[in-house]
């Protein structure tokens, strides 16, 4: 089953535009985490929130954490395209579980 | 730091043979390790979860006797697809953690295996 929604499933843009990524829950976690995943290789942790309403920011990265900490988004501001990859998030209840990922295209 | 290694990186392998998928923590202890599998342009999957020095937890439809786990000891745990088939090829992934596996706490992934089954 799962717990995670993520949207959109792809994404193409242009290098230069902003992108948002959405990952919805219907359930309550402990705290939540993004990953960027390339081919071949295992995911990275970009970032892990904690306390509803949290905002983090990793240079052109943005995320944040819901009031009721079900719900995430990860916005990319001036996208390039070293930001191709997958994106996933997860829900951290001692398991983690993942959501289907969102694939990220930046065309040069 | 808190850095994890796969052995090996991709394996191929005949059906019916059993191909054995190293995890070890390089520069920390981990008490739990996870295995995942990921199937291609999709997500992971939790397979199982292993606490060193005792039997690892499988999630439901994961089959125990396929996929034998060992956690023999802080930096090492091992996975053995046992008799492999052509829809056992996936790329497997595991992770640990430095601590008992708090809820809170930080999975670190290894790089992965690939594993074809011809």
């Known amino acids: 089953t799962q717990l995670l929604e993520q949207s959109p499933q792809f994404l193409s843009i242009q290098e230069g535009e902003n992108l948002t990524v959405y990952c919805n829950s219907s359930?309550?976690?402990?705290?939540l985490q993004w990953y960027r995943q390339e081919p071949g290789e295992g995911p990275v942790l970009l970032v892990t929130v904690v306390t509803g309403g949290e905002v983090k920011k990793l240079k052109r990265l943005t995320f944040q954490f819901g009031d009721a900490r079900k719900d995430s988004s990860l916005h990319i501001t001036a996208a390039q395209p070293g930001d191709t990859g997958l994106y996933l998030c997860?829900?951290?209840?001692?398991?983690?579980?993942f959501g289907a990922g969102t694939t990220v295209t930046v065309r040069a | 730091g808190a850095v994890v290694s796969q052995h090996p990186s991709r394996v191929i392998c005949k059906s019916g043979t059993s191909v054995k998928i190293e995890c070890r923590s390089l520069?920390?202890?981990?008490?739990?390790m996870f295995w995942y599998r990921q199937f291609p342009k999709k997500s992971l999957m939790l397979m199982a979860t292993s606490n060193e020095g005792s039997k690892a937890t499988y999630e439901q439809g994961v089959e125990k006797d396929k996929f034998l786990i060992n956690h023999a000891s802080l930096t090492l745990s091992t996975l053995t697809v046992t008799s492999a088939h052509p829809e056992d090829s996936s790329f497997y992934i595991c992770?640990?953690?430095?601590?008992?596996?708090?809820?809170?706490?930080?999975?670190?992934f290894g790089p992965g295996t690939r594993l074809t089954v011809l």
């Open positions: 359930s309550v976690f402990s705290s």
């Open positions: 997860a829900g951290n209840d001692y398991k983690l579980s």
């Open positions: 520069d920390f202890q981990a008490t739990t």
């Open positions: 992770s640990a953690t430095a601590r008992g596996g708090a809820r809170t706490d930080t999975q670190y």
